[in-house]
């Protein structure tokens, strides 16, 4: 039996758990050490077999998948024993290659062949990756990789989960997320708060300490891991959550200051289905449209047809509520196969976001035009801006091709310091902007937001990075135009309050933080959260800052993180 053990990581999405843990497991790759092939007829019913346990094991759960994947996975097992794949499979064993070498090689001579023929066909590539990952697990005796199939809800391990794979998570089977790597504001992270499972990242030695079907439970609002525990551990975990439901109890409504100065409250969301799941929460709007997500895990762009399609679900979903979309925030650590503008030293430092657009137009103008027919056909309160701007000519730039598609409202987000010190000569072109602590933080700080390591450095109770949303706010009141964050910060309860004490008007953040955040919002007036934010930025360090917000917040706000 395994003892007790209680392990740090940290807290991303808030909420705790329990349940036996599940092992996300890597793709193996192509053995190194494997012989070459000297019989092919051996070799090559070996991989046949594979290939058909593979078809077999897909088609399993097609079974109990739901209406929409289910047909995903069905063709997957058809792919899986194509007479064209083995045939390639055969000739690459002629030449003398081993087993898993045959399989990636003619895996990618069939996929350059459906990338040219384009379309459908092309958007099979994924499908055909995953068959080889899958079939290249089995020669090698190894289990295949990615998401297990949950046959109970559980709790999922992983060394890291790429964002398009975070995304198809079914929060009724994932009661948890725990990984050994990742930050706070790894997109990772992101997405398992916009889906509500609790989750805890950067939990240095989570897989060793830990066997499949184990039981484990997490704190994912203080980043808490206990393996094995005690009854007492689970009573607990459920008196936190207690404490946090009695705290939230009576949340509902705009949000406002005690004296009513109101502040909106808005959703991060990334596809159709996340408005229209955020839609039926008690919120204001969304705040952030993150678009790319429409355009990762593909091969080619989406058409406008697709993209007017998607686009108008999503101000279909939030009525005449407020939906601010940003334009493709792509590279770096959401890299398109088809806008590949080559390698880089510095993929955050490099081609991304507006950058990107700007040296790919066409992508910005199918998507402009694309939201300009969605906002004709709704006629929404449709708000539109630019991630990553630098300097005042991109903005004018991008403000002067959103408005030739006749889009009403043009901003800008603030991602960078040198948007950050310069937002009354930024905010002199445009109509709004949204600060992205995220990216602010890892700029202002240079430490990348994918390193655990760096945490401390990158949370925005950094004074340095304060002082930077400060200058934004100071840009706002300056040119008399909105200012929001829509990054993770947003979503902080106490760090709300500061946010609203230097001047931010509205917070966008996953739609399962909206509670707690009103809560803290409605038990403060606006002059005391000034007093908040004035104590936090005149602090040293960000410990100083946090502990100084605390000191003087109302104590039940303890309750809420
Ligand atoms: C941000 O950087 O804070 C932001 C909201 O954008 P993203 O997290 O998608 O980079
Ligand atoms: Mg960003």
């Not at 012989?35 to 991989?47: M, N």
């Not at 808490?224 to 009854?231: G, K, N, Q, R, V």
Request: aromatic content about 4%; some cysteine; proline content about 4%.
């Amino acid at each position: 039996m395994t003892t007790r053990t209680v392990l740090h990581g940290i807290g991303v999405s808030a909420g705790t758990s329990f349940g036996p843990a599940a092992f996300v497991t890597p793709a193996a790759g192509v053995d190194a050490s494997e012989p070459a092939c000297t019989d092919v007829e051996t070799d090559g019913q070996r991989v046949r077999e594979a290939l058909n346990a593979v078809a077999e094991g897909l088609k399993a759960r097609a079974e109990g998948a739901p209406e929409t994947s289910k047909a995903i996975l069905e063709a997957t097992a058809t792919l899986a024993t194509d007479r064209g794949l083995i045939k390639g499979i055969d000739k690459e064993l002629k030449k003398g290659s081993g087993v898993t070498q045959a399989v990636h090689d003619a895996v990618e001579t069939y996929a350059n062949k459906l990338r040219k023929l384009g379309g459908y066909m092309a958007e099979r590539v994924t499908d055909l990756y995953d068959i080889r990952d899958r079939a290249t697990a089995r020669l090698r005796g190894l289990p295949e990789p990615g998401v297990p199939t949950l046959s109970e809800p559980s709790v999922l391990i992983a060394h890291d989960l790429a964002p398009a794979e975070t995304a198809t998570l079914d929060p009724e089977q994932v009661r948890g997320i725990i990984t050994e790597a990742g930050g706070p504001t790894s997109h990772t992270a992101i997405l398992a708060a916009q889906l509500g499972i609790p989750a805890v990242v950067k939990a240095t030695g989570i897989s060793a300490a830990l066997a499949a079907g184990e039981q484990v439970a997490l704190d994912g609002g203080v980043g808490e891991i206990i393996i094995a525990p005690t009854e007492a551990d689970t009573a607990e975990l459920a008196e936190r959550s207690r404490r946090r439901a009695s705290a939230l109890a009576g949340s509902s409504g705009e949000g406002s200051t005690r004296d009513g100065h109101k502040v909106k409250l808005l959703a991060n969301i990334g596809t159709a289905d996340d408005a229209r799941k955020a839609a039926a929460f008690d919120l204001e709007g969304s705040g952030l449209f993150r678009t790319e997500f429409l355009f990762l895990d593909r091969d080619s762009a989406p058409t406008v047809e697709e993209q007017t399609k998607t686009y108008t679900e999503v101000l279909e979903a939030f009525g005449g509520r407020r939906v601010v979309v940003r334009t493709l925030d792509a590279g770096a650590d959401k890299p398109l196969s088809f806008a590949d503008l080559g390698e880089e030293e510095n993929p955050a430092l490099g081609r991304r976001g507006l950058r990107l657009s700007m040296m790919r137009e066409d992508l910005l103008e199918t998507q402009l035009e694309a939201l300009a027919a969605a906002y004709k056909a709704t006629n929404a309160d449709l708000w539109v801006m630019a991630p990553m701007v630098a300097t005042i000519d991109e903005a004018k730039w991008f403000e002067a091709k959103a408005r030739s598609y006749g889009l009403p409202k043009v901003g800008i987000m603030v991602e960078t310091p040198a948007a950050a010190i310069r937002a009354k000569q930024v905010l002199s072109v445009v109509d709004f902007a949204s600060i992205g602590t995220n990216d602010l933080s890892q700029y202002t700080m240079a430490a990348d937001r994918m390193q655990g390591e760096l945490a401390n450095l990158l949370t925005p109770w950094q004074p340095a990075v304060l002082s930077m949303i400060r200058a934004t706010c100071e840009g706002g009141s300056a040119t008399g135009k909105h200012i929001g964050v829509c990054g993770e910060a947003g979503g902080d309860p106490l760090m709300a309050l500061v946010l609203v004490g230097l001047g931010v008007s509205s917070l966008s953040m996953a739609p399962s933080k909206v509670n707690a955040v009103r809560a803290a919002l409605r038990v403060h007036d606006l002059s005391t959260c000034q007093q908040i934010a004035a104590y936090a930025i005149d602090s040293w360090t960000a410990d100083e800052a946090r502990e100084a917000a605390l000191r003087v917040a109302d104590p039940m706000l303890r309750d809420l993180l």
